[in-house]
């Protein structure tokens, strides 16, 4: 006879908690110890879409963001497959760590750690390059000239490396805003299923599905014609971003 021992709690995961987890990524709640982070990173993310949407169908073949398609693509160009520019590859990697190495300097440079201060100093950097990407397209025709398109994989490559960069030295869960490999793994291997404590599948899927809406909005204005457009709604999701890490650079809380 199998009995129930009536002091034990059920705590695996339910519907109603991923779905509250992943409300409190959208919109964290002020005991939350990362603060407003996990939102502003979802913004990070939606650019993300956007920004390799425009890389990919306007720049020939060439991520901006996701440096595992690069290396993958370098070899299919070197390998003879047409349609891929083996130059573009290696330097939209190059203005990546170049990017990234600016990331880095700049959370060397916040020397108290203050992530509020953090973010707003990279989110700024990051907007200015990314509309001067966008001030190169609408100035220019699709398809690219090749020193335009050079031009534009540099300023994205770098814009990207930084986002990258700052991602990872803010270090909110899940919210890599870039690399989904590792949060898709996640969802399987830290399940219940899989014999672990649970995948907050709630808040990684938040992050699948802001890459997946970023880059279907990408893919949709480029349809329209709208290319350029494309790098201003990056823009502004950054411009956003910059608003909020502004009223958060002065906070106080432990957060931060």
Partial sequence: MTT???????TRPTLTTHLRDAWRTVAPRRDDPHGPLPALMVLFTLVTGLVDAFSYLELGRVF????????????????????????ASILAVLAFLGGALVGGRIAHAESSGHRGRH??????VQTVVVFAAFLVAVSQHAPYSTAALATLVILLGAAMGLQNATARALAVPDMTTTVLTLTLTGISADSTAAGGAGSRIGRRLVTVASMFLGALSGVLLI???DGPEVLLAATGLLLATVIAAAFTARTTAAWA
């Fill in 4 to 10: 129930t021992n009536p002091d034990r709690t059920d």
């Fill in 64 to 87: 901006v963001a996701n440096m595992t398609g690069n290396i993958v693509f370098l070899s299919f160009a070197l390998g003879g497959t047409a349609g891929f520019l083996w130059w």
């Fill in 119 to 124: 973010l707003l100093t990279a989110a700024s």
């Fill in 223 to 225: 349809h329209a014609g």
